[in-house]
């Protein structure tokens, strides 16, 4: 109780802080200003947070593999996730515009050192073009009504190198991301294009003044370089690429709290955006509920978010909401909310299924005494799962009654 009072604390003071439609929210573009470089990016889906922690920290997860968000902050983050995911966002972003995106991210049984991560991203925005005098337009013969539309698919890969008990490892990642621009030919011809770009990153997670018990890490340094590539149009703008080194710190094992700082830069070698850092908080208040909040400064763009995770039997429900200088002080304006499915409790129960058919099977064969048979059924139950007693006694009831039909077959040809 005492933790959940801390956190409820922390989040509504950095709530009040920032404003509730008072002077505070009204003056806060004259305390971060306006960058002269913004607006020069191509395919800024790709500097929207598509939902999960990575949204809920205000991007403070350079350093972090909480869940499926690893995706789009660093792609080395994929050997560090605890299990696989599978996720739906849907993000109500500014302007009648939406976000959606299905994530999956991959932990193979066989090699816990590989991660595996794949995400689509697809941005949604209605447009309506009007007049000097209030009134729909016509463009090009046609009326200037349709949709601007930008998709973002990426896979992700990852090593973890050196793990062992008492070290994290260092995994190295990389990521590969195609995107298209749709824009309807009535709004303006031309402007449609593609784009190919990836992601490098490197993560590291060591224990260092500890001052509690447990397995995992309470330091995690990332660094990464994201969007390095292009867009395939004549006269293309750059894409929003930056670097950006991660730092995330666990004082008690119920709360962690990250650190980013990015460095923006065009490839082009036009003057690029200002430097912007992130500051996160996660906090683990039950073993069912998790709340998280961030905070990123950036010229001109500041971001406030606050979420929470409730985790049901074999999914997580996830929201989050989001304040910055964009946005209205209302519940639905910059609110998101996610489903992800816990695809290792998935499989177990599935496995669980085949089990039992296949120890189910077993025991057919072995009442109509086709021992070999039944014998290869208990193997293979046990070997999906060791813990099933019953096919380990069967098998050794089945392989007894083998031999006994080989001793006698032996004493009846002497």
Do not use: C
């Not at 933790?3 to 439609?21: Q, Y």
């Not at 996160?280 to 990123?296: C, K, P, R, T, Y």
């Amino acid at each position: 109780m005492k933790r959940l009072f801390i956190v409820l604390g922390i989040l509504t003071a950095a709530s009040f802080l920032w404003g509730d439609g008072n002077d505070a929210y009204a003056t806060a573009s004259d305390w971060f200003g306006l960058d002269p470089n913004a607006g020069q990016n191509s395919f800024l889906t790709l500097t929207i947070p598509g939902g999960g922690k990575y949204e809920g920290m205000a991007t403070a997860h350079t350093a972090m593999a909480l869940d499926e968000g690893y995706l789009e902050s660093n792609p080395a983050g994929g050997s560090f996730l605890p299990r696989t995911i599978l996720s739906f966002s849907h993000v109500d972003w500014i302007a009648d515009s939406a976000l959606e995106t299905i994530a999956f991210a991959y932990r193979p049984e066989k090699n816990e050192n590989f991660g595996i991560g794949f995400n689509t991203k697809f941005l949604h925005v209605p447009f309506t073009g009007y007049n000097d005098w209030g009134s729909q337009y016509s463009r090009y013969g046609s009326s200037a009504v349709g949709w601007y539309t930008e998709l973002i698919a990426t896979a992700a890969v990852s090593y973890n190198f050196l793990q062992n008990f008492y070290f994290g490892g260092v995994s190295v990642g990389a990521s590969l991301k195609a995107g298209y621009r749709g824009v309807s030919a009535s709004l303006e011809p031309g402007q449609s294009a593609m784009s190919l770009m990836g992601d490098f990153g490197v993560m590291t997670r060591f224990n260092f003044l500890k001052t509690y018990a447990a397995r995992d890490m309470n330091w995690g340094v990332g660094a990464t370089i994201k969007n390095l590539g292009a867009e395939f149009i004549e006269n293309p703008d750059p894409l929003p690429t930056y670097a950006s080194l991660g730092l995330s710190y666990k004082p008690i094992r119920p709360i962690t709290i990250a650190l980013d700082f990015n460095v923006p830069f065009n490839l082009n070698g036009e003057t690029a955006e200002k430097f912007s850092m992130a500051a996160g908080l996660n906090a683990e208040i039950a073993s069912f509920v998790s709340a998280h909040s961030g905070v990123l400064i950036k010229t001109g763009k500041p971001r406030f978010t606050l979420g929470a995770d409730v985790n049901l039997k074999n999914f997580t429900i996830q929201t989050n909401y989001t304040l910055d200088l964009a946005s209205r002080l209302e519940l639905f304006d910059r609110m998101s909310i996610a489903i992800k499915v816990d695809m290792d409790t998935v499989k177990q129960l599935l496995i669980k299924d085949d089990v039992q058919d296949l120890y189910l099977a077993g025991l057919d064969a072995y009442a109509r005494g086709n021992l070999p048979v039944a014998i290869g059924f208990f193997e293979n139950t046990i070997s999906l799962d060791p813990t099933f007693k019953p096919a380990r006694e069967m098998l050794a009831t089945a392989n007894e009654a083998m031999n006994l039909e080989e001793e006698l077959r032996n004493t009846l040809t002497n």
